[in-house]
């Protein structure tokens, strides 16, 4: 049995991440984090490519023309969708995520889910904190991992 895992080797790579502006809020949070986690990988700043789209119904398309540049060895979405009184939530929010999934197989390169989709501003404030659980940080740690390992399947 062969086993292909990732490692962390983040030589040569360049990474872009698309931050919706709606709820910046927490969208801020979310970058810290993952800017966090990649100066801990000792990426550089100048591999790194932000993008700052108005809300996360934008997102799939920002990352359509990143992935169609062929620069980047993955893309990260960050924001944060948070359900209100209406089903506008469930179009943004669905429309967002199908979105990116398909950027990320049409063009074959990791395209990495750090939406929040929250019921309230309670749950996207506990998932983006800078100091227990950040899902930018998570988000920037999978787009490290699958960048390596598409270059090892
Ligand atoms: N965009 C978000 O990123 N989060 C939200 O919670 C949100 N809500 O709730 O409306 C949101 N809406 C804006 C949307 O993404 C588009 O920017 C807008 O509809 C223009 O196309």
């Not at 969208?27 to 700052?52: E, Y």
């Not at 540049?69 to 969708?81: K, R």
Request: glycine fraction near 10%; hydrophobic fraction near 45%.
């Amino acid at each position: 049995m062969q086993t292909i895992e990732s490692d962390l080797n983040i030589k040569g790579k360049k990474f872009a991440i698309i931050l919706s502006r709606f709820n910046e809020f927490i969208g801020v949070q979310l970058l810290k984090g993952a800017l966090d986690c990649f100066q801990k990988q000792g990426i550089h700043d100048d591999d790194i490519t932000l993008i700052k789209v108005p809300g996360a119904f934008e997102i799939p398309l920002a990352a359509k023309k990143l992935a169609e540049s062929g620069i980047y060895s993955a893309i990260i979405c960050l924001g944060a969708v948070i359900r209100g009184g209406t089903p506008h939530f469930e179009y943004v929010a669905g429309t967002a995520t199908t979105g990116i999934q398909k950027v990320s197989l049409q063009y074959g390169i990791p395209v990495i889910f750090g939406l929040l989709t929250t019921d309230n501003i309670e749950q996207a404030i506990e998932r983006a904190s800078t100091t227990k659980m950040n899902k930018g940080w998570d988000a920037a740690m999978t787009a490290i991992e699958m960048g390596n390992l598409m270059d090892k399947i």
